[in-house]
């Protein structure tokens, strides 16, 4: 029962956790290249340019506040300054008016206490430490407090002013002159302080530029994922359709433009694999079609050359060797037509056995001794004795297919060379012939399929241009190369190497 309301529950989550992905899979499809570039343009300026303004703010913000601070804490010191000498002064004159009683010096007693009462009001103005403006507060205080009481006396005729009286103001100094210190001492803060804000500033917008930096970078990323993913999909599925790979059909996701090119992708594999089924088709029929003429041919030739119907003569005999040398020939283009069938319409399977090369390569010239002795031609055979791990159907056409192309541009009494080396881990067969070779302009094009050359005037029978693009095949199935080597001295002609390996591991290929 538990279990059953934990499966039940799970559902919905992994429902809406479908519904949110598809959900977002709509939302990168939604526009195309250039409006998600737009979009993707602003998303990564915006918070570069919020960065840049709170930069600029920030800046602007500490600049004021350290030029309105460092001008208060200045003129503060500067008030105390001029506090302390308005009290210099006051102390000065009332001395000199005790001892002289001049009216004028007293005059100018009152004087600077106006300017000290002046002062202390204008430096009250400013934002000003606790202590610093516990001391001005006090100093005003105690200052007023002496001139009332030095007025009051001087107003009395009946008394005059003594030293007594007088020496506050040697007190009201000493609490000036350390409001002065408080105050160098604020400048000192107060410039400590602006440098731990100027750190601070100086931190916060190198972490806001990182982090848009960062989000910017995150968000070029998104949209080289948006636009390079549907660009690799085209690209696999390019690949694919060059590759003749018409049977999985094409999706692209992402932008609206990008779809529409992978809906002409899907187009353009339909029609490719409508055309490569008519040629599978075409091919598979007319080799079908032809087997069964070639047959009766190749059976009434046998018939007469055994002289079943009758006691032929010399000369009929030279025709029943031709028409068995054309049911060759054209026993072994068919063959061709259908092995190409089968190589490129399924997976190519390998059979792997031991395969004895020496026997396959004797069997081969005897298939084609009728020809040979046509033209005259002999076989350099240099056998060693060898068995390796290949598939030998496959083998028997890629030296057949060879063997046949030597023969072919072979003149009259030439040499065909078969030979066997092994390298390594490596074997290589050679066959090379006497005849004119391969000309430079044509030899990148000789493993293409249905590629031919200009047949030599002694070879009336074309071929179907299909022989060399199985070799190459079935050579590269077996993971090994083929390589077309320049001529030597004594055969002149085409030199096809075959290079493959001793071991083998069993595994299928497509070619292609």
């Not at 779809?259 to 029929?285: M, P």
């Not at 065909?416 to 030899?443: C, R, T, V």
């Not at 002694?458 to 190369?481: C, F, M, P, T």
């Amino acid at each position: 029962m538990r279990a059953n309301n934990t499966s039940t529950s799970t559902q919905p989550l992994r429902e809406r956790r479908k519904r949110k992905r598809w959900k977002l899979r709509n939302l990168f499809q939604i526009g195309s290249i250039f409006q998600w570039t737009i979009v993707i343009f602003f998303a990564v300026t915006i918070p570069l340019i919020l960065t840049l303004v709170y930069s600029v703010r920030s800046i602007q913000d500490y600049t004021d506040h350290s030029h309105t601070t460092l001008f208060q804490t200045v003129r503060v010191s500067e008030n105390s300054e001029a506090l302390l000498k308005h009290l210099l002064l006051m102390d000065r004159g009332i001395r000199q008016y005790q001892i002289l009683e001049d009216a004028s010096l007293f005059t100018t007693f009152q004087a600077n206490h106006q300017q000290f009462v002046e002062t202390a009001a204008r430096t009250a103005h400013f934002q000003l430490p606790p202590q610093i403006q516990q001391a001005l507060a006090q100093l005003t205080q105690d200052e007023l407090i002496l001139y009332e009481k030095i007025l009051l006396i001087r107003n009395l005729e009946t008394e005059k002013l003594s030293t007594e009286d007088i020496k506050g103001y040697i007190k009201l100094r000493a609490d000036a002159q350390e409001m002065v210190t408080q105050g160098n001492g604020q400048i000192y803060i107060e410039t400590e302080s602006l440098s731990a804000l100027a750190i601070l500033v100086r931190k916060q917008v190198t972490y806001y530029a990182l982090v848009s930096v960062m989000l910017a970078l995150l968000l070029g990323l998104l949209l080289l994922y948006l636009i390079n993913k549907p660009i690799k999909s085209i690209s696999r599925a390019i690949h694919k359709l060059g590759n003749a790979q018409f049977n999985q059909r094409i999706y692209i996701e992402g932008p609206s433009d990008l779809r529409e090119i992978g809906l002409h992708l899907e187009w353009l594999r339909l029609k490719l694999n409508q055309l490569e089924n008519s040629k599978q088709f075409f091919i598979k029929t007319i080799s079908h079609e032809l087997k069964t003429p070639l047959a009766t041919l190749i059976e009434g030739a046998d018939l007469l050359q055994d002289e079943v119907v009758g006691e032929l003569n010399a000369e009929q005999h030279k025709i029943t060797e031709l028409l068995q040398i054309a049911n060759i020939r054209l026993h072994g283009l068919i063959e061709n037509l259908i092995e190409y069938q089968k190589a490129t319409s399924t997976l190519l399977k390998m059979d792997y056995s031991q395969v004895n090369l020496n026997q396959l390569i004797k069997y081969i010239c005897a298939e084609y001794q009728l020809l040979l002795d046509s033209k005259q031609v002999s076989v350099e055979f240099s056998a060693i004795p060898i068995d390796f791990e290949a598939d030998r159907d496959k083998m028997r056409i890629i030296i057949s297919n060879l063997f046949s192309n030597a023969l072919k541009f072979s003149p009259r009494g030439a040499k065909i060379l078969i030979k066997i080396d092994i390298i390594g881990n490596k074997l290589q067969l050679l066959i090379a012939d006497q005849g004119p070779g391969i000309e430079k302009s044509h030899q990148a094009h000789i493993f293409t399929e249905f590629y031919k050359q200009a047949v030599p005037e002694n070879w009336k029978i074309k071929g179907s241009g299909l022989g060399l693009s199985l070799v190459r095949d079935y050579v590269e199935a077996h993971r090994g190369q083929i390589r077309l080597l320049e001529p030597g001295s004594q055969y002149r002609g085409a030199h096809f190497l075959v290079i493959l390996p001793l071991a083998v591991r069993k595994f299928t290929k497509k070619t292609t």
